[in-house]
Nanobody
Framework: QVQLVESGGGLVQAGASLRLSCAAS????????MAWLRQAPGKEREIVAV???????YSADSVKGRFTISRDNAKNTLYLQMNSLKPEDTAVYFC????????????????WGQGTQVTVSS
């Protein structure tokens, strides 16, 4: 398993940008499918974006065109570039690792980060 630590969250105004990072420990980071998920108060956890071990990506419709997921396997780091943020993007954002591809928030993930809060004010 990998250990995951997120960073980069914060309080921003609508329209601003943030970049989340997820640092992974362990030698097998490159072999994992990595995902960003988020959970807002009173709502179910949802997939935001996914990147496979070979670089294939998926983005939820709600963030398509605004958020970009990427990974740097040399640095064992996952990123989420978030542009044109909206108040409805307010949530705790988690990174997670899985051995196989998924776009489902209900899938079993091997490892989870502790989460980082993103708050977007109107």
């Amino acid at each position: 398993q990998v250990q995951l630590v997120e960073s980069g969250g914060g309080l921003v105004q609508a329209g601003a940008s943030l970049r989340l990072s997820c640092a992974a420990s362990g030698r097998t980071f490159s072999g994992y499918t990595m995902a960003w998920l988020r959970q807002a108060p009173g709502k179910e956890r949802e997939i935001v974006a996914v990147i496979g071990s070979f670089g294939a990506t998926y983005s939820a419709d709600s963030v398509k065109g605004r958020f970009t997921i990427s990974r740097d396997n040399a640095k064992n780091t996952l990123y989420l570039q978030m542009n044109s943020l909206k108040p409805e993007d307010t949530a705790v954002y988690f990174c997670a690792a899985r051995s196989g591809w998924t776009t489902s928030a209900k899938a079993n993930f091997n490892s989870w980060g502790q989460g980082t809060q993103v708050t977007v004010s109107s």
